[in-house]
């Protein structure tokens, strides 16, 4: 039995994307406190946007792991105020991707439905699916894809995430091979 993971094929990642990362307030899907998306044409990063979030409720469990406070956000829009124009980025895109992208779909799709948006018609693609089918890393957090790649990363700044994320998909959709040395550094995070 074969266990060299597979490498999906170039032609089926996208090339025009968006890379979106969300942090929440607290564990319920409708408390996006901030977000960030980093447009990608051409596999190449041609914007940037970012925006706090204030949630529907003050209550901030993991402010630990982002450092974004209820003060902080307390007078920034909604999800349902901002999003509109933030969306915008989105025209033209062929996917969104996202590192563990279930839990950015739902956080996307939950904020959607509680102020009467519509969802995004895009199909989601995973970094985390993606770097353990291209280049085998086990984990793949965010921290151990982006030091196994050798790319920068801020970690739970949503801005330093997308963009992790965004470069994550372009090297893959470059062709990087995997490399054994990377991937021990990578483990080596954990």
Known sequence: MNNTP???PRSELPANFVAIDFETADRSSDSA???ALVRVEG???VRREFCLLRPPRPNFEFSYLHG???AAVADKPT???AWPELSRILEGADALVAHNAPFDRDVLMTCC???RLPP???PFKCTVQLARSTWGIFPTKLP???AYLGIPLKHHDPVSDAEACARIMIEARRGRPRNKLDARRARRLT
Request: proline share 4%.
């Open 6 to 8: 597979r490498t999906a």
């Open 33 to 35: 406190c901030a977000v």
């Open 43 to 45: 596999l190449e990063i």
């Open 68 to 70: 974004i406070t209820w």
């Open 79 to 81: 999800f349902g105020e």
């Open 113 to 115: 439905r509680a102020a």
């Open 120 to 122: 995004t018609p895009l």
């Open 144 to 146: 151990n894809v982006c």
